[in-house]
């Protein structure tokens, strides 16, 4: 199955298995800086197993890229994009990647990609070859993804400006193993592309 499909027809279903929490997070909103939100993961997504447990073998691999670019996307236009968030999150929905405990800490997207590969044999629950073999083909459908939200949710910050902030971040850089390699070199690839192409 393409990324783009499983993004679009099965992850907002398999995305409600998750074992959520709920927690109160900071908004962008001047009226109302805090609201209550459901949340995922814990730290360094220490609740992989559990989380991923609920998801269809056939699909984790695609579920766990999908949850890895929603969490990205919503950071990074928290982050970056203070006048658009608002609508952005009031659009989306999109529950929030962080950890237990009074802190409420976001955590690095990044830990999604790193921790399935981190876990022993005995522990994984993706299969990591595929999930890197299927990642150029998902930041390919993802820049299309960008394109579709910008004009419709992100005010018209294009997806290049997105992307930028992405890969200037200095937690870009951050996490282990081939997953995070790969990403990184097709998301620069891809961003490169882009930026010749403007």
């Known amino acids: 199955m ?3 499909t499983y993004f679009k027809h099965h992850f907002p279903s398999d995305l409600r298995r998750l074992h959520f929490f709920e927690r109160r997070f900071r908004t962008r909103s001047k009226s109302n800086p805090y609201e209550s939100g459901l949340a995922f993961g814990n730290a360094g997504w220490s609740n992989m197993r559990r989380d991923l447990a609920g998801i269809p073998v056939a699909h984790r691999e695609l579920f766990v890229l999908s949850l890895f670019f929603m969490v990205l996307t919503d950071q990074v236009v928290f982050a970056r994009f203070p006048e658009v968030y608002p609508n952005w999150s009031k659009a989306t929905h999109f529950p929030k990647f962080a950890q237990r405990g009074f802190c409420a800490r976001m955590q690095n997207p990044l830990y999604l990609l790193e921790t399935p590969e981190r876990a022993s ?5 993706v299969n990591v070859p595929l999930t890197a073999a299927l990642l150029p083909e998902a930041v390919e459908s993802y ?4 394109g579709q939200a910008s004009s419709a949710f992100l005010g018209g910050v294009s997806p290049a400006e997105i992307a930028d902030a992405i890969e200037r971040d200095q937690d870009f850089q951050f996490g282990q193993g081939e997953l995070c390699s790969t990403f990184r070199a097709a998301f620069s690839r891809k961003l490169a ?3 010749c192409e403007a």
């Open 143 to 146: 820049f299309s993804l960008l």
């Open 2 to 4: 393409k990324f783009d």
């Open 121 to 125: 044999a005995a522990q994984q629950m």
């Open 193 to 195: 592309e882009i930026s």
